[in-house]
């Protein structure tokens, strides 16, 4: 283990809530299903607080990851592979709260959850607090593919990953200014508020984490996410992005799902699960399950958040009872829609 982390060290060296919103794509009536659905997290999302140029650039980078993941779907490759491409093009664009734009833990570090799910085989691999792996999807991936465990964290996490081959990068490669300015502004909150006290995270401070649902030519389902947690987390908080059932949950049979939110709320809820529990318990359409989980299990909880799921006929819903939440998805044949708001 010494000489492992010697030898990374080394390479780092080198290197109340609203009312839910749905939308539902009913893709029979045209023939043209989705293949794949994207978000970069939900939260407090106004017109009047976003600018022209960071609107463009997330649309412009969910597009970008829908087609990236559609283009593995078209060349007949696996829903994982779709999945993979489209979470690692988010993964390094810093408008999002994974990969390269990830928040800082409360020690001025950034650390990552992600997790990964085959609907086909129920197979499923996470990892959580990894500090210097550049694509926390592939580790996840990896765990499932190349480990006979599903989650692996810390150190341990990241021995594996050299093992594997992933690349990896120095802590700082991950740190942006607009993260840090936000560290600063809820540690000072702190320290004027509350004194030794530690509050309740504000629902803002866990936004923008990222996550992908895709359909294989085959009809195969599978679901992945990945963040940056919470920003200024301590102890080692761990969100339900890299929980099973919670954040990240796929079935053939019934849907995938990943979530974005207050992760608390998801992990006690299992909110992924159950949107497949009622689809198959209950007989409920993907949207009706989704919405009833988000719109009424969620939000009288007092939860906030949303999720993204699909089903093998290619039906999308997206609810999420905040402001808004980025998202899109992209039909077989190409067609590409990208939403922010919740009037969308």
Known sequence: MFRSLVLLASLAVLALPATAQTVEVLPGLDGDPVVLVVHGGAGTLLRADM??????AVRGALEQALRAGHAEVTAGRSA???VTAALQVLEDDVEFNAGRGAVFASDGTVRHDASIMDGASGLAGASTGTMHVRHPIALARRVM??????????????EFALQQGLELVPNEFFHTDSRRQSLLRVQEEE?????????????WQMTGTVGAVALSAEGHLAAGTSTGGMTNKRWGRIGDSPIIGAGTFADDATCGVSATGHGEFFIRLGIARDVAARMAYLGESVDTAASHVIGETLTEAGGTGGIIALDAGGNVSMPFNTEGMYRGY???SGRVVTMIYGDE
């Open 80 to 82: 994982l592979d779709a």
């Open 191 to 203: 320290r004027s508020a509350t004194g030794l006290a530690v509050p309740a995270p504000e629902p």
């Open 145 to 158: 593919e190349a480990s006979p465990h599903v989650l692996l964290s810390g150190e341990g996490a990241e």
């Open 51 to 56: 600018t022209d140029a960071t609107e463009r």
């Open 330 to 332: 992209i039909t077989r």
